[in-house]
């Protein structure tokens, strides 16, 4: 017996209808494909709030329930009408007589019409249907537009895309889809899909009584792969760069379920990476779509926009407001942000490396992972950077940044750029001749990394790190230094990127809301204002172990006997991530790494250097990618630039005749 659903629900949220109006003329070839696809989305997607909406009883075709056996069903109520478009707004009536607004007992904040052919990213929609108010009037699509002679334009829902209705708008709903089921005429679609006139027969009802047309809500490019042939969606969800498939909130028209269990598969995947942002500046700026005879309308309604570029916690709406206020009128390269500045000259007692790790106490993990990664490689030099004290142990190497703002991963660039602003405050800007960057779950050795840096001058401006390549959504690439292998600043760009921040910064917050990769956004503030790229400071393959692969090979986490040959670099200066329970036990590998190597220093190899120097990356392009090189942008490094293979093969050379080289 179906069952309705809803009846049972006791908060609002997202409430998810899908049609299964399969009458007694569908075949069995579709009952069973409708079938197929319907578990495929219980495997995948289905949410506790979503329902299967069958035929009136007795209308339905045979087999249908047994098809449907174990999925949550609500059937239509019968009021004997013969028009399929007309089924359309009794599909949309029956909906809201199952809510409070209908007089039924059910509470959804937001309620969603999808076919059985798309797949629903639901907790990414759900958050982006978070950045509205409920209680306010809401229809919103994907729009698609509908050509009749004579008449203007009409746009309503695209069918894959799905159609969806605040609470504040359901009463209303309840209204109209009676008085258009009253007054309207009576006929089957003469031509074209069901689903098709199904959408466009509820919008023009909402159109001609309540004035309200479909408003699109996310970036149709960036959100949404909606296509008639199963194929071509597909192929642009295989296209589509696989770290913001997160982003995308429908999929369709998909025909399989293995085509569902795929493109669930991968946005699960997707979903490891924390801080991509998908809310982009699309979202952001004024912009307007057209069509080919000339009509255009705004991307965004005003208040949709508005919801959308608000939609961030308080505090970053606060730090907004205030970065624009001061920053209002200044330009980045005057003062201490020209590259033509003058370094201030050295005090009298400046350090060699400080090194500053963004710290928490949120979280009892997160303050002894601090407190691990202290016992184990940190100095005097070592700097945890936190909103507030983290423990006794820490508080003689604390940084209390006052304006620091605890937050998660997502949002990790905007504590590295207030970080790095502040780093360029007097007491700070010239102490140090680099300015490293770490996380808590790395290992340094330290040492090694300060013998290094000593191969640079920190009065020029220097960029050091472990480059990588990060591909955008608009087909841009970034080569940025990871930030989980930790990065410097020379004692002379410092007092730059300190100017620079809160402008980046402001950017990001009015462009993403402060999310995003905190590497790939300091690497992209320092090249927008500076024009300086990040370089290689160390060998990738024998002097840095960041990569699954690296710490599989070397088995640097592991626990060796006594006396076991070792595949751990003995020069490895960075491993990265490293649980805190395994810091102890990489410093011992490393260092009886170090004690069972031969006679050789930890220098740069000259025969490597020359070999980088002459190797040129590639990275695999997307299309996106191959267009922007088109248009001139390369996308060739060599492993060692021209400056900084120069600068390390002389000091390859220095510090193998001297004797106090480690």
């Not at 309620?111 to 809401?138: G, H, I, Q």
């Not at 919008?203 to 792969?225: H, K, P, Q, T, W």
């Not at 965004?300 to 919801?307: K, M, Q």
């Not at 905190?518 to 400071?537: F, M, P, Q, R, T």
């Amino acid at each position: 017996m179906a069952t309705d659903v809803f009846q049972l629900a006791t908060s609002g949220g997202l409430c998810i209808f899908i049609p299964a109006l399969l009458g007694p003329e569908a075949s069995l070839e579709e009952l069973d494909h409708y079938g197929q696809m319907a578990h495929a989305t219980a495997q995948t997607w289905l949410t506790n709030t979503t329902s299967f909406v069958i035929p009136e009883q007795g209308a339905e075709a045979p087999g249908l329930l047994e098809k449907l056996a174990g999925l949550p069903t609500t059937r239509l109520t019968a009021r004997g009408l013969t028009g399929r478009s007309l089924r359309a707004l009794l599909f949309w009536r029956h909906i809201v007589s199952l809510l409070e607004e209908g007089g039924g007992t059910g509470k959804c904040d937001w309620v969603m019409k999808v076919p059985v052919w798309s797949y629903v990213n639901a907790p990414t929609l759900k958050s982006r249907l978070d950045c509205f108010n409920a209680s306010e009037s809401f229809f919103l699509g994907v729009p698609t537009v509908a050509y009749s002679p004579g008449e203007e334009p009409f746009m309503f829902p695209n069918p894959w895309g799905g159609t969806i209705i605040s609470r504040g708008l359901l009463g209303h709903v309840a209204a109209w889809t009676d008085y258009c089921m009253r007054y309207a005429e009576t006929t089957d679609t003469p031509f074209g899909s069901d689903s098709f006139f199904d959408d466009y027969t509820f919008a023009m009802c909402l159109s001609d009584l309540g004035r309200l047309v479909a408003s699109n809500y996310a970036d149709m490019e960036g959100s949404f792969i909606l296509f008639d042939r199963p194929n071509h969606t597909m192929s642009k969800f295989q296209n589509h760069p696989d770290t913001l498939k997160q982003c995308l909130l429908v999929v369709g028209r998909l025909d399989t379920a293995q085509q569902v269990l795929r493109v669930h598969d991968r946005v699960s995947w997707s979903k490891w990476h924390t801080s991509i942002p998908c809310i982009g500046e699309s979202q952001m700026g004024r912009f307007s779509i057209s069509d080919a005879y000339g009509n255009s309308k705004e991307y965004y309604e005003e208040r949709i926009r508005l919801a959308l570029y608000y939609c961030k916690a308080p505090e970053f709406v606060y730090l907004e407001k205030s970065l624009s206020q001061r920053l209002h009128g200044l330009d980045p390269r005057a003062g201490q942000g020209a590259l033509a500045t003058p370094v201030p000259g050295p005090p009298r007692m400046r350090r060699h490396l400080c090194i500053f790790v963004p710290s928490s106490a949120r979280k009892l993990r997160f303050i002894e992972a601090a407190e691990t990664a202290w016992r184990v490689w940190g100095t005097n030099n070592t700097f945890f950077v936190s909103k507030q004290p983290l423990s006794v142990l820490l508080d003689g190497q604390t940084f209390l940044l006052e304006n620091d703002i605890d937050t998660d991963y997502a949002h990790l660039p905007v504590r590295t750029f207030l970080l790095f602003e502040a780093l360029g405050r007097p007491e700070w800007v010239n102490a140090c001749d680099w300015y490293m960057k770490a996380d808590a779950d790395s290992f340094l050795n330290v040492p090694l990394i300060e013998q290094r840096l000593r191969c640079f001058d920190p009065s020029d401006f220097w960029f050091l790190g472990v480059p990588q390549v990060a591909h955008s959504a608009r087909g841009a690439l970034t080569r940025f230094a990871s930030g989980g292998a930790g990065y410097m600043i020379s004692r002379a760009l410092l007092p730059k990127l300190a100017t620079w921040a809160p402008f980046c910064l402001l950017q990001l917050l009015q462009h993403a809301g402060g999310t995003g990769m905190e590497d790939v956004s300091l690497a992209g503030c320092i090249w927008k204002w500076g024009h300086i790229d990040v370089v290689s400071y160390a060998d990738y393959e024998t002097e840095v172990i960041t990569s699954e692969a690296a710490l599989n090979r070397t088995r640097v986490t592991h626990t060796h006997l006594p006396g076991e040959k070792l595949a751990v670099p003995p020069c490895a200066m960075v491993v990265h991530s490293v649980r805190p329970e395994d810091l102890e036990t990489v410093a011992a590998n490393i260092k009886s790494s170090w004690q069972q190597r031969d006679s050789g220093k930890c220098i740069p190899d000259q025969s490597r250097l020359m070999q980088g120097a002459a190797t040129l990356l590639s990275p695999e392009l997307s299309h996106l990618d191959i267009e922007a090189s088109r248009l001139g942008n390369t996308y060739h490094w060599a492993v060692y630039g021209e400056r900084e293979y120069e600068v390390l093969l002389a000091c390859s050379q220095q510090q193998a005749a001297d004797n106090s080289t480690l």
